[in-house]
């Protein structure tokens, strides 16, 4: 490569970083098309998810879960997980639920989304900066998760689980 050729490399490679760090997106995020990170990027579909909070083991969303998690290989995420049957609100109004129904999705629900990044490929660790959540205390928090793919399948740790202690999720790979 010229010279000049590497002067426009490096100038390409400046001007999107500062885009990234215009537009928010963690600067890793830019290197994610590549090893772990592009493993891990897709849509993926719960299976099952539990907690354990001091030794005791807790189907936090019930049995048989719904969710969703979509990573982008621009390092943006969304995840969803929720109760396998949430009670539909008696007014057909969301707005309008009563105090029963709001604990139930309160707590039969939760949803997050922000941006990722890959922190190591070798210890398959990934951050993520939580823009806004559905569990509001984790709005502006950056989380550490691991997550370990076997062919359509990823095993994801969290050890600040919503509802304290780890969460252990079992995703698969949607078709």
Do not use: H
């Not at 008696?90 to 707590?107: C, I, L, M, P």
């Amino acid at each position: 490569m010229t010279a000049s050729g590497r002067g426009e490399a490096v100038l390409r490679l400046c001007r999107g970083l500062a885009l990234a760090m215009v537009l928010g997106v963690p600067a890793v995020a830019l290197g994610q098309a590549g090893g772990f990170g592009k493993e891990i990027q897709g849509t993926w579909l719960l299976v099952s998810q539990y907690g354990v909070a001091d030794g005791v083991r807790t189907d936090v969303f019930g049995t048989n879960p719904r969710g969703m998690m979509v990573l982008t290989p621009d390092g943006r995420f969304i995840m969803t997980l929720m109760r396998a049957k949430l009670p539909p609100f008696a007014s057909n109004n969301r707005a309008k639920g009563t105090a029963e129904e709001n604990q139930a999705v309160a707590q039969g629900s939760v949803a997050y989304f922000g941006t990722y990044a890959v922190l190591s490929d070798k210890d398959k660790t990934v951050s993520l900066r939580i823009e806004g959540s559905t569990f509001p205390n984790w709005d502006g928090q950056e989380q550490k998760r691991v997550m370990a793919v076997t062919g359509d399948e990823m095993n994801v740790t969290n050890p600040t689980a919503a509802v304290g202690g780890t969460s252990y999720v079992v995703w698969k790979r949607a078709k």
